[in-house]
T-cell receptor, first 115, second 118 residues
Framework: NAGVTQTPKFRILKIGQSMTLQCTQDMNHNYMYWYRQDPGMGLKLIYYSVGAGITDKGEVPNGYNVSRSTTEDFPLRLELAAPSQTSVYFC??????????????FGQGTRLTVV | AQKITQTQPGMFVQEKEAVTLDCTYDTSDPSYGLFWYKQPSSGEMIFLIYQGSYDQQNATEGRYSLNFQKARKSANLVISASQLGDSAMYFCAMRGPDLIQGAQKLVFGQGTRLTINP
């Protein structure tokens, strides 16, 4: 079972470049999330989606954009990369229905360095 | 606003000993969920255990148990009979009620790095 798959695993960007982090899940989860983890810190929510066509901001959305055209895919777009966006990015998904004890399933992460 | 505090940046424990990782939380919502995740050096996030705010019993999952003290707003993770493979970062996280959308918006603590010595 693939679960949540992120690509690429590693990427180095130059300041001002743009890129898209890909995320796909095969569990038919309606809810998907993007988190970032800065060195030595916990994860912070960037954006989330409750279903195809519906997205909303999390705690740290500045500098990022998302889209959700299908249930499976939730790409994260960085338009003008800045050194402050150097981080590890995690995509996650969870079961819908408002059940509190359903855990989020995480991808393996994308380590992004902006130089 | 919700907040998670993990006050132990690092813990060193002898193999086979029990270990308690501290987590305190702050929320004004009566309904919430508390999660523990393990992050090994390979980087993935592994779900360990969940405790709901209305659960009467402390959660247990194999060698993991959650010492939930609601009045003190603490949700400590207890690992019994520690193993070398338990060496990792451990994160406590909280989910508040999202009554409209039902999303799993988690707030994480800063983590505790646990090292198991042979």
């Amino acid at each position: 079972n693939a679960g949540v798959t992120q690509t690429p695993k590693f990427r180095i960007l130059k300041i001002g470049q743009s890129m898209t982090l890909q995320c796909t899940q095969d569990m038919n989860h309606n809810y998907m999330y993007w988190y970032r983890q800065d060195p030595g810190m916990g994860l912070k929510l960037i954006y989330y989606s409750v279903g195809a066509g519906i997205t909303d901001k999390g705690e740290v959305p500045n500098g990022y954009n998302v889209s959700r055209s299908t249930t499976e895919d939730f790409p994260l777009r960085l338009e003008l990369a800045a050194p402050s966006q150097t981080s590890v990015y995690f995509c996650a998904s969870s079961y819908s229905g408002g059940i509190m004890n359903t855990e989020a399933f995480f991808g393996q992460g994308t380590r992004l360095t902006v130089v | 606003a919700q907040k998670i505090t993990q006050t132990q940046p690092g813990m060193f424990v002898q193999e086979k000993e029990a270990v308690t990782l501290d987590c305190t939380y702050d929320t004004s919502d009566p309904s919430y969920g508390l999660f523990w995740y393990k992050q090994p050096s390979s980087g993935e996030m592994i779900f360990l255990i969940y405790q709901g705010s209305y659960d009467q019993q402390n959660a247990t999952e194999g060698r993991y148990s959650l010492n939930f003290q609601k009045a003190r707003k603490s949700a400590n993770l207890v690992i019994s009979a520690s193993q070398l493979g338990d060496s990792a970062m451990y994160f406590c996280a909280m989910r508040g009620p999202d009554l409209i959308q039902g999303a799993q918006k988690l707030v994480f603590g800063q983590g505790t790095r646990l090292t198991i010595n042979p």
